[in-house]
């Protein structure tokens, strides 16, 4: 499967030691699986994950967003505690997930936690039918790796390289939208759409920490 490849692909591009590789429910299980197949570190399960909750990072405000993410996953304390976490997610949009998610699992007993992305940092928004954020709101337009990584709360942070993700999905490149990692549009953006989205001066940085 691509997505174990891109997990398997970050493993490599990012070790770390801990004692246990967990997913974001259901976003970041197959490349969790990877990297804890490459990284020869323990697969579990972290979270109980509510089925009723919709995907957070689409919703129309932050409070509901975060109301949201409280309510779709649950930390398991006897898997966690006392442990160092790799947590494994798909992206990280504004960072109010990943930032929930440290928090809960700190509560939850963790010694470290180290979050893992199985895409490069998300700096531009999507035209194409996922209905995510302006540029302003995207937390990586905005902020280095490291300053996401103090922003979220982690103790580590790291992305798969674009060339990493283009290599697992064994896709030829001008046949992969990459837009959304590198602002480069496969067709034209009208400026009606586009002049929103693509201002970064449109939300403080500060507001979507």
Known sequence: ?????????????????????????????????????????????????????GRTFIQ???TIRQLGIRLKLNPLRDVIEGKR????????VRGNTQRAIVRMLREAGA??????????????????????????????????????????????LGYVSLEGLIEATQIAENKLCQACFTGVYPISIPADMSEGKMRLEITPVDEVR
């Not at 590789?21 to 969790?32: L, N, Q």
């Not at 976490?85 to 990280?92: G, T």
């Not at 893992?116 to 035209?127: A, D, E, G, L, T």
């Not at 709101?137 to 990584?149: F, N, Q």
């Open 1 to 53: 499967m691509t997505r174990v490849a891109i997990g398997e692909r970050l493993a490599h591009e990012h070790p770390v030691e801990a004692d246990l590789v967990i997913p974001v429910p259901e976003s970041g299980t197959p490349a969790a699986i990877g990297y804890a197949k490459a990284s020869g570190i323990p697969y579990g399960s972290g979270f109980v994950k509510n089925s009723y909750v």
């Open 85 to 92: 976490i790799v947590v494994v997610d798909d992206s990280i």
């Open 60 to 62: 129309p405000s932050q």
């Open 111 to 156: 010694l470290e936690i180290h979050v893992r992305i199985s895409s490069p940092p998300v700096k531009w928004p999507c035209f194409y039918g996922i209905d995510f954020a302006s540029r302003a709101e995207l937390i990586a337009s905005g902020l280095a790796v490291e300053e996401v990584r103090r922003s979220i709360g982690a103790d580590s």
